[in-house]
């Protein structure tokens, strides 16, 4: 495929420009150089590859722009990406330390570790009162998530994106992301047969005896090459500790499915390592970004002006929310309205965790991709939906792990602060006092069932049973049909498009980014018809 061979040859040419050979001389000019493309997607997560993918698709230039690495050059492990064991410097976006969501054990800092700041795959950017983890490289989040591929509960969908046609968006649109990402599934009988889920098999006789169901759960991970990873025919990646800091096998990330197939046009041009600070409207009605070039130790090469007459702001949520506000406040898009930054949420996330009895062990072998969920979204006291975590420390632990997906209604909003010039996020942990609640009901009816208790020594120092902290699935900013219209056409301006889950209003329900996809596919879909003509 031309697309795998672009990222091949850009690996080779130790560069930041990635084309494939017969790319618009125009857009590679633009990367390097500064200057004017058609077309330019800000971001390579789920939103931008789609929009990227069928901007070239219809013949349009496109100039796609990441902060992060192309990650595909192995380090002197001879790993791409390192393991969450044994975390370095690759591990993390510019810290002097790793800070992994389980920050402890038995109230040790033993997890995290000491490393040099380097441009890394997985950020956590902290807020007052929220952090928020996302990645970083081409891929985005699908370099670091554990790749669950989850539609919503259809009536919460239509709850929350009333005026999106939900019979298109299940009839057309999911399964045009779901085949686009290559979503699978897990063989049942090796589920139920293998040591490394017998965590999950654990968790899932508990929940039962709570009167509560489970569900399998696709993904992105390819269950096939997991099942061979066991047999040790091929190396290990989800059997070797590897997600949060990367999968060195097995995990049809977006570099492997969309972004590939947008390079194989011939009309896409990725750039790595820059990052856009200011974006302003031109004189003709195109717009002009600001873009600073670094190195991956943070060293600031050039800072470049490209220009466009399409711009689709792909950076999610955080990324695309504080661009908009920004340049709302400062001056330089002055009509955006006052619903860009508002309608923020954490997709109810609270991660949560079970002392198990001695006799009832969880695995010292166990998968890091997840395939289960404890489905409980309809009950009528508070809807869950919780991922069945793995916990692979090598070791038993004992230990049952969750993330909670709760129904939470609580938005935060971003507001421009000029002494920083950063985008503050207003939330505050008593916003998140539904979630834990709402996953405390759930948990407690587990252990009352099954006569255990939660682990309070996972997250920190501190006595503490539900990380309501951080999150990982950041939602809303520029929300459908309020910041923008109802296919993510900003209000206010022509050309000018939201194409990533700032779009959603906080929550979706599950594990986001599949609908973030599907809803990517449906807008840009009605904006190449009728706004964009290939020049």
Excluded at 382 to 397: D, H, K, N, R
Excluded at 403 to 422: C, E
Excluded at 494 to 520: C, E, Q
């Amino acid at each position: 495929m031309l697309g795998m061979a672009a990222f091949g040859a850009a690996a080779l040419a130790g560069g930041t420009t990635i084309a494939a050979p017969r790319a618009a001389a125009a857009a590679k000019s633009a990367a390097d150089n500064g200057g004017y493309v058609p077309a330019v997607v800000i971001g390579t997560g789920y939103g931008a590859a789609v929009s990227a993918l069928r901007l070239g698709e219809a013949g349009v230039q496109t100039l796609m722009l990441e902060m992060g690495q192309l990650w595909n050059q192995p380090g002197p492990d001879g790993n791409i990406f390192c393991g969450m064991l044994n975390p370095d410097k690759r591990s993390s976006w510019f810290k002097n330390r790793t800070e992994a969501p389980l920050g402890s054990f038995l109230w040790l800092d033993v997890v995290n570790r000491n490393i040099d700041p380097y441009a890394g795959v997985l950020d956590r950017v902290n807020y007052d009162q929220m952090s928020v983890y996302v990645g970083r490289g081409v891929g985005g989040g699908s370099l670091v998530n554990g790749g669950m591929a989850v539609e919503p509960k259809r009536s919460y969908f239509e709850e929350i994106l009333p005026r999106v046609d939900s019979s298109e968006m299940y009839d057309r649109y999911f399964p045009r992301a779901n085949s686009m990402l290559r979503v699978n599934h897990i063989d049942t009988k090796w589920f139920e047969d293998t040591e490394w889920y017998k965590f999950a098999r654990v968790s899932r006789e508990q929940a039962g005896k709570a009167g509560l169901g489970t569900v399998f759960v696709p993904n992105v991970y390819d269950f096939g090459y997991m099942q061979r990873e066991a047999a040790g025919e091929v190396p290990k990646s989800a059997l070797a500790t590897e997600v949060i800091y990367g999968n060195n096998h097995g995990k049809q990330s977006l570099d492997k499915t969309y972004l590939a197939a947008a390079l194989g046009t011939g009309k896409v041009t990725i750039q790595t390592l820059h990052q856009v600070k200011a974006i302003r409207q031109t004189k003709d009605g195109g717009y002009a970004l600001t873009v600073e070039q670094k190195d991956t130790d943070g060293k600031l090469l050039a800072t470049k002006e490209i220009s466009c007459r399409y711009l689709f702001l792909g950076a999610g949520s955080l990324g695309s929310t504080e661009l908009l506000v920004r340049a709302r406040d400062t001056g330089t898009l002055p009509n955006l309205n006052s619903e860009v930054g508002a309608g923020w949420g954490p997709n109810g996330n609270i991660m949560t965790a079970r002392a198990n009895h001695m006799w009832n062990p969880t695995g010292a072998h166990q998968s890091s991709i997840p395939a289960l969920g404890i489905d409980a979204w309809d009950n009528s006291d508070s809807s869950v939906f919780a991922e069945i975590a793995p916990m692979p420390a090598g070791l038993e632990t004992w230990v049952s792990l969750y993330l909670a997906i709760t129904k939470n209604p609580q938005r935060g909003t971003f507001v421009y602060d000029a002494a920083s010039d950063r985008a503050k996020l207003n939330w505050t942990r008593d916003q998140n006092a539904p979630a834990v609640n709402a996953a405390k009901a759930l948990f407690d009816r587990i252990n009352k069932a099954n006569g255990t208790i939660y682990r309070y020594d996972l997250f920190g120092t501190q006595l503490k049973a539900f990380a309501d902290d951080f999150c990982y699935h950041p939602l809303g900013g520029c929300v459908l049909g309020k910041a923008t219209d109802d296919y993510g056409r900003v209000a206010g301006y022509k050309n000018l498009y939201v194409t990533d889950g700032s779009l959603i209003p906080g929550s979706v329900g599950v594990n986001p980014f599949v609908t973030i996809t599907a809803l990517a596919e449906r807008n840009v879909e009605r904006i190449i018809k009728q706004d964009v003509t290939a020049s």
